[in-house]
């Protein structure tokens, strides 16, 4: 094919036969987030929290100083807390890959779809504060300039081009000034591009992949609310005790 031939055939982008024999071989541009656990363990788990806990011993305490209605309020105030917590993760990893719009080229016509319906071989149009949809080889560009920090680190933005790749390279992201990578952000110029990995066959997606792998490790504040419970749970525990000693004497 000649190279005019092949620069016609990524202006008119695929046909739809085309774009569902793809998809049904490399699966729809997204991330599986598997369940590892029911949602009822995941629930249960909320209460492990020390403050909980502790809570959950001051009712037990009430009831058997039969101080029912203090018993029923702490009660209530803990489902109240362990909910509100559980919905709030729950909506976190929920949201933790957000859809992207895309527009892309399907039988010579410009379409906006949503980032997951892309396939290998898709020709994609890229603009400025838009979100790269997937891994891109750009064919044609004005000035572009990627953000890539959330792959790279780099603060600077990357400036891209359609000159092939240097052998020096040898893969490295910030090297590849012909790709454009998923998850990045387009903030200068204008480009083209046919897609060359989509979903967990992204860069993006082996970060992705690496992350599900790993437990996230607890933040500082996170760390601190830990041990302050445990503290207030052992200084409660012990005043308590110290009481119901006397109270008995």
Known sequence: MTPSACQAELQLGLSLEEVARRRAYHGWNEFDISEEEPLWKKYICQFKDPLIL???????????????????????AIIIVVTVAFVQTEDEESTGIKKMAAFTVRDGRLEQLLARELVPGDTVCLSVGERVPADLRLFEDSDLSVDESSLTGESTPSSKSTAPQSPASNGDIASCNNLAFMGTLVRCGK?????????????FGEVFKMMQAEEAPKTPLQKSMDLLGKQLSLYSFCIIGTLVVCLEQ
């Open 191 to 203: 480009a083209k591009g046919i897609v060359i990995g989509t979903g967990e066959n992204s860069e």
């Open 54 to 76: 502790l809570l959950l011993a001051s009712a037990v305490i009430s009831v058997l100083m039969h101080q029912f209605d203090d018993a029923i309020s702490i009660t209530v």
